[in-house]
C-alpha cells in the first residue's frame, strides 16, 4: 500500500519560514517524480514544485520562485519544501503527491492529474 505521509505546517507569522516533509513508503521512489500542490479555500488545488528522482528536472510555481526549494533525500524516501519569505497570500493546505516518471509527468508535471498517489495534506497559515 503506497502512502505519502506530510509533516511541518503550521502557522507562522509573514516573513517566516516552515519546511514540509512528506515520507513515502510502498512505492520504488527512485522511479517517482515527487510534487507539492496547495489548495486553498475556494480555489482549486495548484502546483507549488516538482524534483524528479536524479533531481534532472526540477520546476516551481511563478507565486513561488525565488522563496521555496524543493528537495528529496533519496535514502530515506522523502521529498521536502523548504517556504522561506512565506505571505499571508500561501496560506493552504499543502499536498504531497507522486508521479511515475513517464513522458506524461515530464510533460504535465504541473497538472494534478499527472500524479498517481496523493498525501492526506497539511496545513499552511500565515498571518499578516
Known amino acids: 500500500q503506497v502512502r505519502l505521509v506530510e509533516s511541518g505546517g503550521g502557522l507562522v507569522q509573514a516573513g517566516g519560514s516552515l519546511r514540509l516533509s512528506c515520507a513515502a513508503s510502498g512505492l520504488t521512489f527512485r522511479t517517482y517524480g515527487m510534487g507539492w500542490f496547495r489548495q486553498a479555500p475556494g480555489n482549486q488545488r495548484e502546483f507549488v514544485a516538482t524534483?524528479?528522482?536524479?533531481?534532472?528536472?526540477?520546476r516551481y510555481a511563478d507565486s513561488v520562485k525565488g522563496r521555496f526549494t524543493i528537495s528529496r533525500d533519496n535514502a530515506e524516501n522523502t521529498v521536502y519544501l523548504q517556504m522561506n519569505s512565506l505571505k499571508p497570500e500561501d496560506t493552504a493546505v499543502y499536498y504531497c503527491?507522486?508521479?511515475?516518471?513517464?513522458?506524461?509527468?515530464?510533460?504535465?508535471?504541473?497538472?494534478?492529474?499527472?500524479?498517481?498517489?496523493w498525501g492526506q495534506g497539511t496545513q499552511v497559515t500565515v498571518s499578516s
Open positions: 503527491a507522486a508521479a511515475l516518471q513517464t513522458a506524461d509527468y515530464y510533460a504535465n508535471y504541473y497538472q494534478a492529474s499527472s500524479y498517481d498517489y
Open positions: 524534483m524528479s528522482w536524479s533531481g534532472d528536472k526540477i
